[in-house]
């Protein structure tokens, strides 16, 4: 839509830049506010944040007013520069990985060719970040959180990007305004009303996708790195006021564009049945229809991690090792049989 | 009765000795890691220093005395009814089950004893504070393994015992209600059926928690033979309670040496678990739960009239002499040890708790476990920091 405004690549830029400051933080707050706030509260019969206000909406602003007057303390033996440019590291990988996900034909900051390869790219420098407050805090707990994280990520990457695999096999492309294009026009036994969503054809791919997405965002049941009862907060222990709130941001943030990302690859994205895939009326409509799914898959994200107890460390790696990644492998070659017989 | 054999142990040593090869080539130190005093998972001030060789705990001592209250010296200066009050914040989640055996010693001593119709209703107040106590438990187990939503169906329902304890006694957590030679206070009216229909919550509680926990892959990978404890370790570590009886210990002081109290006059059975893991340990105190409520239950039915309180002297002096009670309380066997110079206080009195012993195990029991299962042997010993600590 930006481009059929004509602007300059200036002004298009900071319009983009302006959406994307706007947009990533009011995620973050629908989840706390939807999942956190209200799901949770009734799946654990704690009426509290129902109260405060109109739907408990104050609750939000009462949290935020929080976390911004406490101070920011800096721990006396603490890496300076590397313990303040931790949070910022985390949070840029989340703002990062919005840049590609696309809510409408026209409606995404930048179509990249190998959306794919950029997301899952992307994602993983946050650890980076998590490593730099794990070793900056001077805090035990916190390393051992840190390397817990990193030890993590090596483990859940490569299911993710081989669960993605699968998806893009069978699209063709990495671009994923291709892969949403793929499966509007895509069709079931001939059947094409509602297209194909890859959820039916890759639904190996996406619960893979999902339990490794739970892990990338240290969501119960593989919280290890955060793990409040034994590791009092893990890497984020020496964190307190703004920069914990970079870093809370940063984790509800990510969960919001991991389920984008899902709903894209596996549910079909902003498409409608009825349209077409170019039809300017679904950069208006699909928006809302992408966040309609986010908040289903992110629903199911939040339901496991308020239900599930958390793995040790040892037994995620062999959960990892041993199950998802040959799944993911088989998937693959399925997935590639199927492609080259029919 | 499970032990270790010598197979399992020449495994165990040799498994060590390849670990300290790795280590001295590759010139790794070991890490000090205080687990406590401020930690969520011990449950107040008890301190864990852990020496870790990556994640994996070398040696691990418990430190206690952070909330040493100095009561067996307090009781030497208060008169037989005021120690009650103290007594009352030993364990501070089964708070009556605390006064029982106290006063049963003094009246022994005294050589009165309760009528019927007060020893039935101590007993039902005995297993109400257990159902308390134990139900927290059962949720808090959740949350040290990373599972929030457990503990808080457990403070929602715990909340309906407190209530009937505080109907009868006037206080949720501290009753102070029991008396030598009786009760303060006989039951109120209609107290009998809304303790029953608690009864009935109670057990959907421990249903909710067998869905949520004990069915739950994770929770029993996390659970099943994590902090083994044979039998014959538990003996010699003087362990009580639940604790000895997930070790396949057949021992409970409520059928074995009945202080005289309600318990030998009805049905009930005491659940053991062979395995002596984490998972045995949480699904005894479930079981035990479960049977609480049957038990008040069938309490509740028998009820006999009468009076509550036996003939006693407005002054109460204590004859000299010795008295040791110990009860099947919440955590374990809680003695109390009198001695008695025929004054209006005790001359001496000896606090045996559960948890100080059960919790004597830890150096023994984590040698070479994870640092998560720490926080899971710790939770599943479940101690009471007021009990370590008296």
Redesign the interface.
């Known amino acids: 839509m930006i481009e059929l405004l004509a602007l300059p690549y200036w002004q298009e830029t900071s319009i983009k830049l302006g959406l994307a400051l706007v947009v990533i933080p009011t995620t973050s707050l629908i989840l706390v506010y939807l999942f956190l706030f209200k799901m949770?509260a009734f799946?654990?019969?704690?009426l509290g944040p129902n109260e405060t206000g109109p739907y408990g909406t104050l609750q939000l602003i009462a949290e935020a007013i929080k976390f911004l007057q406490k101070e920011d303390i800096n721990p006396a033996q603490a890496d300076r520069r590397v313990f303040r440019l931790a949070p910022v590291v985390v949070l840029a990988s989340t703002f990062l990985l919005y840049v590609v996900l696309p809510a409408g034909p026209d409606a995404v900051v930048q179509n990249l060719d190998t959306g794919v390869f950029y997301a899952m790219a992307v994602s993983s420098l946050s650890v980076l970040g998590i490593l730099m407050a794990g070793w900056a805090s001077a805090n035990?707990?916190a390393l051992?959180g840190g390397l817990r994280a990193a030890g993590q990520l090596i483990a859940y990457e490569l299911p993710l990007i081989l669960a993605v695999m699968g998806v893009v096999i069978q699209a063709e492309t990495m671009n994923l305004q291709g892969i949403v294009e793929a499966q509007a026009t895509g069709e079931i036994f001939g059947i094409g009303v509602i297209g194909n969503p890859f959820i039916l054809t890759q639904f190996l791919a996406f619960l893979i996708f999902m339990i490794a997405a739970q892990a990338e965002l240290t969501q119960?049941?593989f919280?290890?790195p955060v793990?409040?009862?034994?590791?009092?907060g893990g890497y984020h222990i020496e964190y307190t006021g703004f920069r914990f709130l970079l870093f809370f941001m940063a984790e509800f943030g990510t969960a919001f564009a991991f389920a984008a990302l899902a709903s894209v690859m596996f549910l079909g994205g902003w498409w409608i049945p009825g349209f077409d895939v170019d039809n300017n009326i679904l950069n208006i409509l699909g928006p809302g229809v992408m966040l309609g799914k986010i908040l289903l898959v992110a629903f199911f994200i939040f339901w496991v991690r308020?239900?599930?107890?958390?793995?040790?460390?040892?037994?995620l790696q062999k959960f990892a090792w041993k199950v998802l990644i040959p799944l993911a492998l088989v998937n693959i070659v399925l997935t590639g049989i199927f492609k080259v017989v029919f | 009765m499970t032990t270790t054999s010598d197979r399992d142990q020449l495994a165990y040593i040799s498994s060590q000795a390849a670990d300290a090869r790795v280590n001295v080539e590759l010139n790794t130190g070991d890490?000090t890691?205080n687990i406590g005093p401020q930690?969520?998972?011990t449950h107040g001030t008890l301190r864990i220093a852990c020496r870790l060789d990556g994640?994996q705990v070398i040696m691990a001592e418990p430190m206690m005395g952070y909330m040493h209250r100095g009561y067996e010296k307090l009781c030497e200066v208060r008169t037989y009814p005021q120690c009650t009050t103290l007594i009352n914040r030993i364990d501070w989640l089964g708070s009556f089950a605390n006064e029982v055996p106290f006063i049963l010693a003094a009246e022994r001593l005294m050589e009165v004893e309760a009528p019927p119709r007060a020893q039935w209703i101590r007993t039902i107040l005995f297993e109400l504070s257990r159902i308390a106590n134990v139900a927290l438990f059962l949720g808090d187990m959740?949350?040290?393994?990373?599972?929030?939503?457990p503990v808080?169906?457990a403070f929602?329902d715990r909340e309906h015992v407190l209530n009937q304890i505080e109907a009868i006694t006037g206080g949720r957590f501290h009753p102070n209600f029991d008396r030598i030679g009786g009760l303060k206070d006989d039951i109120p009216k209609g107290w009998i059926e809304e303790t029953k229909s608690v009864m009935v919550k109670m057990r959907t509680f421990c249903d909710e928690m067998e869905d949520?926990?004990v069915g739950?892959e994770?929770?029993q990978?996390?659970c099943r033979g994590v902090g083994v404890i044979p039998a014959d370790v538990a003996l010699s570590y003087g362990m009580s309670g639940a604790n000895l009886r997930a070790s396949g210990v057949d021992w409970d002081l409520r059928r074995d040496a009945n202080p005289g109290l309600a318990w030998d006059q009805i049905d009930w059975r005491v659940w053991t678990h062979p395995d002596g893991d984490s998972f045995a340990r949480y699904w005894v105190r479930l079981q035990e739960t479960r049977e609480a409520t049957y038990i008040v239950d069938k309490l509740l039915d028998g009820i006999p009239s009468g009076p509550i309180m036996a003939k006693v002297p407005r002054i109460i002096k204590v004859p000299a002499g010795e008295a040791y009670i110990s009860t099947e309380n919440p955590l374990g066997e809680m003695g109390y040890y009198i001695v008695s110079k025929g004054e209006l206080g005790p001359f001496r009195v000896k606090i045996r708790t559960p948890s100080f012993n059960n919790i004597s195990v830890v150096p023994w029991v984590m040698k070479g476990v994870?640092?998560?299962?720490?926080?899971t042997i710790l939770g599943s010993l479940y101690f009471i920091l007021g009990d370590i600590d008296r």
Not at chain 1, 227 to 232: D, I, K
Request: no cysteine.
């Open positions: 949770m799946m654990q019969s704690r035990k707990y051992l119960t049941p919280d290890m793990a409040e009862t034994e590791l009092v308020f239900t599930y107890p958390r793995l040790r460390e040892d037994q | 890490m890691l930690h969520p998972a994640e959740g949350v040290q393994l990373g599972a929030l939503t808080f169906f929602r949520l926990l739950n994770i929770f990978t996390r994870y640092v998560p299962d720490v926080i």
